[in-house]
C-alpha cells in the first residue's frame, strides 16, 4: 500500500524582483519556460510503501529541502502533485512553528495541536516529551531564551511523541550533539519497527544506509538515481569525494597518476570505490586462526605518497560501523614508497563475539594523518562475511551472562 506519491514534481523561483514578474511566474504554472527562472527541483517522482523507509542524498543547494517542504504541503508546486496518505509530521527547519516569546511547554501544545492532537492526548503524552527533550527548567522559559541545540531537542521530542503515520526528517539531527543524535536516531529506529514511514535526508551516509531500504540521489534538483539505500548512497559518496578530490587538486601542483581506470577496479567489480589513484589495492584478505582475526591488505604505490596510511571498517548488516582501525591509530606508520612498489599490511585482533549476521570490511589506503587526509584508494565492503547461528541478540555483542544470587529484601 502507497503511503506518499510524488508524481513529476517540480519548483520554479522567478528571477525579476518585481510584483508584476512573480504575478506573471504564477499565472504560467506548468507552462514556465525551460530556460526562465531557477529550478529548484524538476520533475521528481517516486513513491513510498506504507512502513518503509526512504532516504533522500545530495549536496547542499540540490533541492532536497524544497522538495520536502513541498510534501509537507509548505511549499505550492509549480507543476506535477503529491498524494500522502497518512497523518504526516515533519521536522523541516529548525524550530519552524516555534513561537519565540512562548514558552516551551505552551509550543508543545501549539504544534501538537497543528499536528493533530487534542489537548488531552497532548496532556497524556507531555511528561514524555519533556524527559525526551531534557532541556529542564527552560521549558517553563521562552524559546526565544533556547539554544539552538534545546530547540532542536524540543521540536524533535514534539514530532516523534505525535505517533506519526508519515515522518519527515531534514538534517536537522546534524545540529545536535553525539548522545541526543544517537537517541533520536534509536526513536527514529523504533517508529520504522512500529510501521512508521519515514522520508529521511540527512549527510550521514551511515545513518541513510543503516535506516533506509531505497534511496534518492538528488542534483541539481534533478533525481540522478532511485534505488537500493547501499546503492544509490555509496555511489553518491563515490562522486562526492571525486569532485572534492578534483576540486582539491585544481588548487594544488597536479599529482602524476600511472595507473589505468582500468586497473584501480581489478578484481573488486561491484564495489563502490574512489580515490585520487596514487595507490592501488589490489588485494584483501581475511582469516580466523585460534581467536585471532587477520586481516591482510595488499597495495601498490602509483605516485609519491608523503605520510600514506592504511586502514579498515567492519560493518554490519544494516551499515552501522562496528569497529575500525588505521595505521596511525595504532602508531605503526608506513614507510614511504616509491612508485611500483608493493605493500602488504596485517591487521590482527581478537575475534570479537558477533551477533549472528552477515558483515562487510571496508579498506583504504589515504595520504595524511587521523585528522586530515586524502584517499587514495577506498573499496567500501571489499569483503562479505557471515557469522553463523540462530540464536537472537540485540545490538553488537554475543556475550556469555547469567542471572546470579537472586535474594529477597
Known sequence: MIALEVRNLAKNYPLGGSQWSRFRHVLAGSHIQENEGIWAVRDVSFSVARGEAFGIVG???????????MIAGILRPTSGSVEVH????????????????FTGRSNVYLNGSILGLSKEEIDARF???????EIG?????????????MVLRLAFSVVAHVDPEILIVDEALAVGDIAFHQRCMRRIHDLRARGTTILFVSHSITDVKALCERCLWLQNGIAVQIGG?????????????????AHDREATAPQSVTAAASDLFTGFEGRHR??????TIVGVSIEEHDGRVTLRLKFRINAPIPSPVAGFLVRNAKGEVIFGSNTARENHPVPCMTPGEVSTIDF????????????????AIADGNIEQFEVSDYIEDAISTQVAGTAPGRGYLHLSCAAVNIRRG
Open 127 to 133: 511528561e514524555s516529551i519533556e524527559r525526551f527533550a
Open 86 to 101: 497518512g497523518r504526516l509530521s515533519a521536522l523541516l527547519e529548525l524550530g519552524s512553528g516555534f513561537s519565540p516569546e
Open 137 to 149: 527548567e527552560f521549558i517553563d522559559q521562552p524559546v526565544r531564551t533556547y539554544s539552538t541545540g
Open 348 to 363: 590482527r585482533w581478537a575475534s570479537p563475539p558477533l551477533v549472528p549476521g552477515a558483515y562487510s570490511i571496508s579498506v
Open 274 to 279: 574512489y580515490g585520487d589513484g596514487r595507490a
Open 59 to 69: 549536496a547542499n543547494g540540490s533541492g532536497k529541502s524544497t522538495l520536502l517542504q
Open 229 to 245: 539505500a547501499d546503492d544509490v548512497a555509496g555511489k553518491y559518496l563515490s562522486a562526492t569525494l571525486r569532485r572534492d578530490s
